[in-house]
Antibody, heavy 117, light 106 residues
Framework: EVQLVESGGGLVQPGGSLRLSCAASGFTFSSYWMSWVRQAPGKGLEWVANIKQDGSEKYYVDSVKGRFTISRDNAKNSLYLQMNSLRAEDTAVYYC??????????WGQGTLVTVSS | DIQMTQSPSSLSASVGDRVTITCQASQDISNYLNWYQQKPGKAPKLLIYDASNLETGVPSRFSGSGSGTDFTFTISSLQPEDIATYYCQQYDNLPSFGPGTKVDIK
C-alpha cells in the first residue's frame, strides 16, 4: 500500500524557517517525480514544487522561488521542503504527492504550516 | 504560465441530478487535464486523468471529456457522498490547478 506521511509543520514567525519531510513507503520511491502542493485555509490547491527521480531537475512556483528548496533522499525514501524567509501568505496545509504521468494519484494527509507572530 | 478557470464556482443540485463543471485552460494543453475530488479536511482524490480516463475504483457516474483548452466534468446522477469541491489540474508544463467548484445538495 502506497503511503506518504508528512511531518515538520508548525507555527513559525514571519521571516523564519521550517523543514517539511515526507516519508514514502509501498512503492519504489526512486522511480517517481515527487511534488509539494499546498492549500491555504479555505482556499484552493496550489502546486509548490516538484523534483525529478534523481533530483537533477527541480521546479518551483514563482511565489516561492529563492525561498523554498525541494530535495529528496532516495536511500531514505524521503522528500523534503526547506522553507526560508516565510511569509504570512505561506500559511497552508502542505501535501506531499506522488506524480504519475500527468496526475497525482497518491497524496499524504498534509501538514499545517502557520506563519504568524 | 498556464491559467485554469472553472465554472461555476459553486452549485447546488438535487440527488439524482446531472451535474456538469467546465474547466478552461489559457492555452492548448492537449489532454493533460485531471480532475480531483476533495472533501473537507481530506487530501484530494484523483477521479479522472488525461481528460477522460476514469481512475480505478471510481464510480462510473463520474466522467470527463474535452481536449485543447475546453474540458467538462460530469456527475451523471448526483449522490449525497459526492458533496465536495472539485478541481481540475493541468500538467502541460508546470502543473496548476483550477480554483475549484463546490458542489452541495439542494
Amino acid at each position: 500500500e502506497v503511503q506518504l506521511v508528512e511531518s515538520g509543520g508548525g507555527l513559525v514567525q514571519p521571516g523564519g524557517s521550517l523543514r517539511l519531510s515526507c516519508a514514502a513507503s509501498g512503492f519504489t520511491f526512486s522511480s517517481y517525480w515527487m511534488s509539494w502542493v499546498r492549500q491555504a485555509p479555505g482556499k484552493g490547491l496550489e502546486w509548490v514544487a516538484n523534483i525529478k527521480q534523481d533530483g537533477s531537475e527541480k521546479y518551483y512556483v514563482d511565489s516561492v522561488k529563492g525561498r523554498f528548496t525541494i530535495s529528496r533522499d532516495n536511500a531514505k525514501n524521503s522528500l523534503y521542503l526547506q522553507m526560508n524567509s516565510l511569509r504570512a501568505e505561506d500559511t497552508a496545509v502542505y501535501y506531499c504527492a506522488r506524480s504519475g504521468g500527468s496526475c497525482y494519484m497518491y497524496w499524504g494527509q498534509g501538514t499545517l504550516v502557520t506563519v504568524s507572530s | 504560465d498556464i491559467q485554469m478557470t472553472q465554472s461555476p464556482s459553486s452549485l447546488s443540485a438535487s440527488v439524482g441530478d446531472r451535474v456538469t463543471i467546465t474547466c478552461q485552460a489559457s492555452q492548448d494543453i492537449s489532454n493533460y487535464l485531471n480532475w480531483y475530488q476533495q472533501k473537507p479536511g481530506k487530501a484530494p482524490k484523483l477521479l479522472i486523468y488525461d481528460a477522460s480516463n476514469l481512475e480505478t475504483g471510481v464510480p462510473s457516474r463520474f466522467s470527463g471529456s474535452g481536449s485543447g483548452t475546453d474540458f467538462t466534468f460530469t456527475i451523471s446522477s448526483l449522490q449525497p457522498e459526492d458533496i465536495a469541491t472539485y478541481y481540475c489540474q493541468q500538467y502541460d508544463n508546470l502543473p496548476s490547478f483550477g480554483p475549484g467548484t463546490k458542489v452541495d445538495i439542494k
